[in-house]
């Protein structure tokens, strides 16, 4: 039970003559007697609130910047009208800053034996799962003096998943993939290549493509024609370490990374290729295995909601070892992580061989933007100094980048807008090359 604002300021309105011209209880009792009785039928009449029946319903999941609407339902099950205010509590992270007050809060009336639905709007600011907290309802008299008000769990989680903002590139890359798998052959016959068809030889052609099988069968010269091979196994590797945690920008490493990673998954699975995903720090953090090609998106997006950077060192060792574990056939290793001279000289290029004498890798980087600028400042003694500072830092990856190569590996580093489309440019290299 509570006393409205209304109810107070009557009261203190009434109480005002009794101290002037009628001192005593007796006093105050005959001023505020119709408005205590007033009070009583207030909250005599106003609906109870333990008694109401709350569900929910409506979005389970959305892409993070986007909105998810969870529809609560109020049922009414006592005799009296229910005029309430509501108050959907959801975490901070579930709105946009300063839009917590209007967007959780409603308004509604429920006549007896009836009811209805209210709808809260969330927009979340971070990826994971948002679960909703209690509903508090507030029931008022018809006259508004006083109120009764209590609290329902209700329970229901929005997973917000990562916005895949790279999606806008798989266009542009699929119709590369077209060119390399079968509208338009290739010549070039690696590892990673596989029989397409006959066609008639053009000077310029690879005389080691001739058919001289077929060539004998017809009257003019027969060339064979190759194509990238289907049915590669990728595994995707996330550093999920204290290195994925530094922001660049608004977002941590982590995030650009994601977002790499599903573009490469979207474009491999068309490519008829097998994707699977493995999150580690020191530990799993997350493994998708084994599923179908039209299913690997959804599950990779679903499986990479809930990670967050770890605080701790990455271990390299145990990240091979389980990459091995995971891939015992030869697969394409793309592994997403720092190129910060410390964790890849100590932790993981004693391991490296490990992979790259049974697999190809290739490692996707994210590269600060900032450093860039800051290596074209000029001006004054600070800039100057923040310019050579930025050199020493870009000469440390290149360093970094060109040890990774010398071990067989692909290097790709990129800023976060780049680095999706840059590693699909490269898958696709590698596909081209035949060394899937």
Not at 52 to 70: N, P
Not at 235 to 241: F, K, P, Y
Not at 413 to 434: F, S, V
């Amino acid at each position: 039970m509570a006393l409205t604002g209304r109810a107070a300021l009557l009261a203190a309105l009434g109480s005002l003559p009794v101290g002037i011209l009628e001192p005593g209880w007796a006093g105050i009792l005959a001023v505020n007697a119709p408005l205590a009785v007033a009070c009583a039928c207030d909250f005599a009449l106003a609906a109870p609130v333990r008694r109401l029946v709350l569900t929910r319903s409506g979005d389970t999941s959305a892409r993070l910047g986007e909105t998810a609407d969870v529809t609560l339902t109020v049922t009414n099950p006592s005799r009296r009208l229910l005029r309430a205010q509501l108050r959907d509590a959801w975490p901070p992270s579930s709105w946009q800053p300063g839009t917590e007050i209007t967007a959780s809060r409603h308004r509604l009336t429920v006549p007896s034996g009836e009811r209805r639905r209210v709808t809260t709007r969330l927009r979340p600011t971070r990826r994971g799962d948002r679960q909703a907290d209690r509903v508090t309802i507030r029931s008022y008299g018809p006259l508004g003096l006083f109120s009764r008000q209590g609290a329902h769990r209700v329970p229901w989680t929005v997973r917000v998943l990562p916005p895949f903002t790279s999606r806008k590139h798989l266009p542009s890359k699929l119709a590369r993939l077209r060119e390399l798998d079968g509208r338009t052959s290739v010549l070039t016959r690696g590892e990673g290549t596989e029989f397409d068809s006959l066609r008639e030889y053009v000077p310029g052609d690879d005389t080691r493509s001739i058919d001289w099988r077929a060539t004998a069968r017809q009257s003019a010269v027969a060339v064979r024609t190759w194509r990238p091979e289907r049915d590669r196994h990728i595994l995707l590797v996330l550093d999920t370490g204290r290195t994925s945690a530094g922001r660049v920008g608004d977002a941590p490493r982590l995030d650009a990374s994601m977002d790499a990673a599903l573009l490469v998954s979207a474009l491999a699975s068309r490519a008829g290729d097998r994707v699977d995903l493995l999150a580690y720090d020191r530990r799993v953090r997350a493994l998708v295995q084994g599923r179908a090609a039209r299913d690997v998106l959804p599950a990779l997006v679903d499986a990479m909601a809930t990670l967050e950077p770890e605080l701790v060192e990455m271990d390299a060792r145990g990240l091979v070892a389980t990459a091995l574990r995971t891939a015992p056939r030869r697969s394409l290793i793309v592994l997403l992580t720092t190129l910060d001279a410390a964790p890849v000289e100590e932790g993981l290029l004693p391991v490296l061989s490990q992979l790259t004498q049974r697999h190809t890798v290739l490692l996707a980087s994210v590269a600060d933007p900032h450093i860039a600028r800051m290596a074209t400042a000029r001006g004054d003694a600070d800039a100057v100094y923040e310019a050579a500072a930025a050199a020493q830092a870009q000469a440390e990856r290149h360093r970094t980048a060109e040890q990774l190569r010398r071990h067989g590996v692909t290097v790709v580093d990129a800023t976060p807008d780049d680095l999706a489309p840059a590693l699909a440019d490269a898958y696709l290299a590698l596909k081209a090359a035949g060394r899937l």
